[in-house]
C-alpha cells in the first residue's frame, strides 16, 4: 500500500483509469514486440544465407585476384581505373514506429573500363566476383541493419511490457484493493453509527409515548 495514496473515492476513480491504461499499454507493447520478432525472424533466414553466399563469393574473388596478380603482377594501377560505385540511396520504411532502411541501388552492368591488351581473363573474372560481393555486400549491410535496429526495439518494447506487467499494474492494483477496502470499511462504520442513532431515536420516541400515557 502506498502511504502517499488516500481513500478517497476520486482517487480511486482515477487509478481504476490509470489502471485501464496500463493494461492497454502492455497490451500495445506485447502485440509491437510480437510483430517486431515476426519481422526480424523473416529476415534471419535471409541474413544467414546472404553471409554464406558473400563468404563463398569473397573465397572466389581473392582467389581470382590473387591468380591475377600471378599472371599479371600486382594489378592495383589496373584496378584504379575501375570507376568508383555511386548512386545508392537510403530510404526508410516504418514498422511499428522502427525506422528500416532500404537501399535503393541499381545494379550497374560490368563494363570493362581499363585497356584490355594489358589484363586477361583472371583479371576479367576477379573484377565479376568483386562486383558480385559489392552487390552481396549492399544487401547484407540492409538487412544487417535492419535486424539490429529490430532487435533493439524488440530490447525495449520487452522492458516496458515488463514494467508494466511486474511493477506498475501490481500497484495500481494494490493501491485500488486498498482504497476499496477503506471506503467500504468507512460504509461500514458510517452504517453501524446510522443504526445506533436511529435506535436511540426509536428509544426516545418510545419513552416519550410512555410518558404521554401515564
Given at each position: 500500500m502506498n502511504n502517499q495514496v488516500f481513500p478517497t473515492k476520486g482517487n480511486l476513480m482515477s487509478l481504476i483509469k490509470s489502471n485501464q491504461?496500463?493494461?492497454?499499454?502492455?497490451?500495445?507493447?506485447?502485440?509491437?514486440?510480437?510483430?517486431l520478432i515476426r519481422e526480424m525472424m523473416s529476415l534471419l533466414e535471409d541474413v544467414r544465407l546472404l553471409r554464406d553466399e558473400l563468404s563463398t563469393t569473397y573465397k572466389e574473388a581473392y582467389q581470382a585476384l590473387q591468380e591475377a596478380n600471378i599472371t599479371l603482377g600486382i594489378v592495383g594501377d589496373i584496378a584504379k581505373s575501375i570507376p568508383i560505385t555511386s548512386g545508392l540511396k537510403v530510404q526508410y520504411k516504418s514498422v511499428m514506429g522502427v525506422e528500416i532502411p532500404h537501399l535503393s541501388y541499381e545494379a550497374e552492368e560490368v563494363r570493362i573500363a581499363y585497356?584490355?591488351?594489358?589484363?586477361?581473363?583472371?583479371?576479367?573474372?576477379?573484377?565479376?566476383?568483386?562486383?558480385?560481393?559489392?552487390?552481396?555486400?549492399?544487401?547484407?549491410?540492409?538487412?544487417?541493419?535492419?535486424?539490429?535496429?529490430?532487435?533493439?526495439?524488440?530490447?525495449?518494447?520487452?522492458?516496458?511490457?515488463?514494467?508494466?506487467?511486474?511493477?506498475?499494474?501490481?500497484?495500481?492494483?494494490?493501491?485500488?484493493?486498498?482504497?476499496?477496502e477503506a471506503?467500504?470499511?468507512?460504509?461500514?462504520?458510517?452504517?453501524?453509527?446510522?443504526?445506533?442513532?436511529?435506535?436511540?431515536?426509536?428509544?426516545?420516541?418510545?419513552?416519550?409515548?410512555?410518558?404521554k400515557s401515564q
Amino acid at each position: 500500500m502506498n502511504n502517499q495514496v488516500f481513500p478517497t473515492k476520486g482517487n480511486l476513480m482515477s487509478l481504476i483509469k490509470s489502471n485501464q491504461l496500463a493494461h492497454k499499454g502492455y497490451d500495445l507493447m506485447d502485440r509491437k514486440r510480437n510483430i517486431l520478432i515476426r519481422e526480424m525472424m523473416s529476415l534471419l533466414e535471409d541474413v544467414r544465407l546472404l553471409r554464406d553466399e558473400l563468404s563463398t563469393t569473397y573465397k572466389e574473388a581473392y582467389q581470382a585476384l590473387q591468380e591475377a596478380n600471378i599472371t599479371l603482377g600486382i594489378v592495383g594501377d589496373i584496378a584504379k581505373s575501375i570507376p568508383i560505385t555511386s548512386g545508392l540511396k537510403v530510404q526508410y520504411k516504418s514498422v511499428m514506429g522502427v525506422e528500416i532502411p532500404h537501399l535503393s541501388y541499381e545494379a550497374e552492368e560490368v563494363r570493362i573500363a581499363y585497356g584490355i591488351s594489358h589484363t586477361n581473363t583472371k583479371f576479367d573474372y576477379a573484377y565479376k566476383c568483386f562486383v558480385k560481393v559489392r552487390d552481396l555486400t549492399i544487401k547484407l549491410a540492409e538487412i544487417d541493419n535492419s535486424t539490429y535496429r529490430l532487435a533493439n526495439a524488440i530490447r525495449k518494447a520487452q522492458k516496458r511490457a515488463n514494467a508494466l506487467e511486474n511493477v506498475v499494474i501490481p500497484k495500481f492494483e494494490e493501491n485500488i484493493k486498498y482504497i476499496t477496502e477503506a471506503l467500504e470499511e468507512k460504509e461500514r462504520e458510517a452504517f453501524s453509527v446510522q443504526k445506533v442513532i436511529k435506535a436511540q431515536k426509536e428509544h426516545i420516541k418510545k419513552i416519550k409515548r410512555e410518558q404521554k400515557s401515564q
